[in-house]
């Protein structure tokens, strides 16, 4: 009998530590899923702005303002201030 409870204790104390280290994976593991979560939300707003961005890139304004930046062209007539250091 003795050596019935002593095994029941030691099995008690044992499902006790499993459950405490469980507990704890489970506060890990919750902490890295809102972490994901928040992740996976700034990857979409970073997303949509790409598509954006894709969407403009095929307009009329944006290759004015490239070929004006990057190509210096102008268009006919029109006439360019520069200020003078």
Known sequence: MIIALLAISIM????????????????????????LMQQIAMEEARAKELEEFATYTKTKKYAEEVAKDKLGLVYENEIIFQEID
Do not use: F, M, P
């Open 12 to 35: 008690t104390g044992v499902v006790g530590v499993n459950s405490i280290s469980l507990k704890q994976k489970e506060k890990a593991y919750a902490a890295r899923e809102q972490e």
